[in-house]
């Protein structure tokens, strides 16, 4: 296997600047001609969005709670073995991940990828204590190839100086430092940054983040660590299956409203013989033609309510199609979508697609956040009763319906460290909606299990 350069990118807490950053250098080291293949660590939709915004490539996720070592592995050689180099933004601080345990966490992966890390530390308010933390962060875990620093939100050049210096006394190299400057934050809300899909000042905010680390950060001597790791052991390939030949139509929906996806549930969803069709609930009048099934994912619909309500005939097109028996696959925003109805924070109601009996309404505060566990509790089109799969949830709504609905949830969930059960999500026949997002790429037998559901649906449609 070729030496595979790879650079990953991890905070010492949340909120430190590492999307900015990483952001910013992967821009500046495609603007020089590099391509750059970037990477997630965790269950995140929105970050990735930023990195192919800066590179042109889509972001993979690679979480070491849904794989395992080689699954981790298989995930990321795939993808890297084109680049000429690899950058891996972690997820929250560099030892955090599910629960008290390294499972899941920005360090696991580094240490399965032999992948040299820089941390990236928030300088505010610090002087010689900076030291104290990254000295911390080195050796909290020996086994975690911490090769640098990078110092955010710096006051002035003596404050950098003294920063640099008291940082390198413990051994570790200060790659650069980047200034505060309010030009460089992203605009959030509350799911967190705001998708690149709804910004159209995407190029202009790249300008100036490309500009900064150019001008602030040793971005040669990025590449050069980058070019330091070692070779990876060959993975066993186990997750993605030679590419068959193109024989169903799986519409997709993926525009401002739903753009939540793993880029390998949908290469795996193609690898297994599906032509992915590209819809949009917010400005196509239609659905597309000929579809066998539809797989509407997570996103932010609240966003937009008024305009996806104001799409009659293509809300009435969903309608159709889910009471035609093709098989509605929908996570998250797509099933607020599926519903009735969705009230906005105002408590305004407008009415959705109807597949889905009972409503979402939003709330002030998050509802749920976390990796969980699902036992699925009838046949659906994914999985047969009794299947026991991961997942994640984030959403700051609720789902309810009215007594005169007779309740058909999909799931009992439980949180991931086993503390509460739950019935959730709707599963009736050829529709399957929750708020749980999946990596399919962990679950290949789901997904063909979807698309052998989508190829029955097919098969009964031609014969009529």
Not at 18 to 36: H, W
Not at 163 to 169: A, R, T
Not at 338 to 360: H, N, Q, W, Y
Not at 451 to 460: E, G, N, T, V
């Amino acid at each position: 296997m070729s030496l595979l350069p790879r650079l990953m990118f991890a905070g010492t807490n949340s909120g430190v600047g590492k999307t900015t950053i990483t952001t910013a250098v992967m821009t500046a080291l495609t603007r020089q001609g590099y391509r750059v293949q970037p990477y997630k660590v965790g269950p995140d939709y929105i970050d990735p969005g930023y990195h192919l915004a800066a590179t042109g490539r889509f972001s993979r996720n690679l979480d070491s709670w849904f794989f395992d070592a080689d699954g981790i592995k298989e995930m990321f050689t795939r993808s890297a073995v084109d680049a000429d180099l690899s950058i891996i933004e972690g997820v929250m601080g560099l030892y955090d991940g599910y629960g008290s345990g390294e499972e899941g966490s920005s360090a696991q992966v580094a240490k399965l990828l032999q992948c040299p890390t820089v941390l990236i530390l928030d300088a505010r308010s610090m002087a010689r204590s900076a030291a104290a933390v990254v000295y911390g962060y080195r050796n909290y875990d020996p086994k975690v190839p911490l090769a640098g620093v990078i110092l955010n939100r710096v006051g002035s050049d003596r404050h950098y100086r003294i920063l640099k210096e008291s940082v390198e006394s413990c051994g570790v190299p200060v790659l650069g430092a980047v200034k505060r400057n309010e030009l460089l934050s992203m605009p959030e809300r509350h799911l967190g940054l705001v998708p690149t899909a709804e910004k159209n000042d995407m190029e202009e905010r790249l300008d100036i983040l490309a500009a900064t680390v150019s001008a602030s950060i040793d971005l040669e001597g990025l590449v050069r660590l980058a070019r330091q790791a070692g070779r990876l052991s060959e993975p066993v390939k186990k997750l993605f299956p030679t590419p068959k030949q193109v024989h169903l139509r799986i519409g997709v929906a993926r525009d401002e409203a739903f753009n939540f996806y793993y880029q390998d549930s949908l290469d795996l969803l193609s690898a297994l013989g599906a032509e992915l069709v590209l819809f949009s609930p917010l400005h196509d009048n239609h659905l597309p033609p000929a579809l066998d099934g539809l797989y509407l994912g997570g996103g932010f619909p609240e966003m937009f309510l008024q305009d996806l309500a104001d799409r009659k005939t293509f809300l009435s097109d969903i309608r159709t199609a889910a009471a035609s028996g093709m098989p509605v696959y929908a996570e998250c925003g797509g099933f607020m979508y599926l519903t009735e109805a969705i009230e906005d924070f105002s408590g305004k109601r407008l009415a959705m697609a109807g597949v889905v009996p009972g409503c979402c309404r939003m709330e002030r505060r998050r509802v749920a956040l976390g990796y969980v566990r699902a036992s699925v509790l009838k046949d659906n089109v994914l999985s047969a009763r009794g299947t026991e799969i991961k997942g994640h949830e984030f959403h700051y709504s609720t789902y309810f319906a009215s007594e005169e609905v007779l309740p058909s949830p999909a799931y009992l969930m439980v949180k991931s460290d086993g503390s509460q059960e739950s019935y959730a999500g709707y599963s009736v026949g050829n529709i399957l909606a929750s708020y749980l997002h999946l990596h399919l790429a962990a679950y290949p037998d789901l997904a063909e299990n979807f698309l052998k559901s989508c190829a029955i649906f097919r098969k009964s449609r031609q014969g009529e």
